[in-house]
DNA sequence: TCCAAAAAGGATATTGACATCTTTTTTGGA
DNA sequence: TCCAAAAAAGATGTCAATATCCTTTTTGGA
């Protein structure tokens, strides 16, 4: 539903080491992709992203691994949307005909503009701490496969 | 923005022939790809589907073509979706986790949910008849890429 | 000073959506 | 009866997203 795979490996990536980054303890890469179910060097990839994005940091060497920073749990989704897909397809027409727009409305326009504008409202606004703090009962769950 | 390159067409496509089709005018694929600037032979299987789903008539031979039939306009947009996306992507959690589940939510399912129970609920009541009957100043215009 | 562990970087493989090309079937009219 | 035009069917090609594998760089500790 639009958004790609890429996307949902960073969201789980950084929201598990959120998870797992207490009292300083680094979280390594293959840990992550085992407990999450998701290829490894695809993954890598990923959070290289994230890392030069400066929304998360990593260290280097034995001992290293990935850990939260100051920009991590005020990150908007909407950033992880720019960093993996890309943010342009909230301004491109959904039937691919050409940039979205109202002076010249493709059939579904109107139907769409207002879904896709609350997509992006809701992106735009809501950042990896809020995820963390919405009460689910079992929030690593809710990042697995399972 | 989630909806497929093939959806446009199949969507173009059916709008193009009830356009086109006045007093028993059959309209030759050649023309459809033509005008919208689609891929012939790919715009050809999707047009296929479509009839053998129902929404749309053909007949072959000179002077054949695709034509309206009785179901075309009352046809609703999930039906082309089903016919070219597959419907499953309405009941699949965003981040491809697994089924999508408020028994066990994924980190965006709530935010999701609303936005894709009101797309759903778009697609499912609006009709090929709706769309055409928008005041679209040039409607025709509104189907093509430019 | 060297080693092993970990991220970073880069090269290659797979897959599915999209696109193109060719052959077959159907059919109205000369 | 035959031909040409048109949809239908099927075979093949392309490309970007996804996935895997291998090499390089960094670094803490023995
Ligand atoms: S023009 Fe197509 S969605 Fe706006
Ligand atoms: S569980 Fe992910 S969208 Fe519902």
Redesign the interface.
């Given at each position: 539903?639009?958004?790609s795979?890429s996307f949902?490996y960073a969201?789980?990536g950084i929201?598990y080491v959120a998870l797992k980054d207490t009292e300083g303890r680094k979280v390594k890469l293959g840990e992550i992709a085992e407990k999450l179910s998701v290829p490894r060097h695809f993954l890598a990839k990923i959070m290289k992203l994230m890392v030069q994005e400066g929304i998360l940091s990593s260290i280097k060497g034995p001992y290293g691994g990935f850990l939260l920073n100051e920009n991590t749990l005020t990150a908007k989704?909407i950033h992880l949307v720019k960093i993996t897909d890309g943010v342009e397809?909230?301004n491109?027409c959904?039937?691919?005909?050409?940039k979205c727009n109202s002076k010249?409305?493709?059939?579904?326009?109107?139907?769409?503009l207002?879904?896709?504008d609350?997509?992006l409202a809701?992106f735009s606004k809501?950042t990896i701490g809020d995820?963390l703090n919405?009460e689910?009962p079992d929030?690593i769950?809710?990042?697995?496969?399972?």
């Open positions: 539903m639009f958004l795979k949902g969201l789980r929201l989704l397809q909230f491109t959904v039937l691919s005909l050409r010249n409305p493709c059939p579904l326009h109107y139907q769409m207002k879904l896709r609350g997509m809701e809501t995820l919405q689910t929030f769950k809710s990042i697995s496969v399972i």
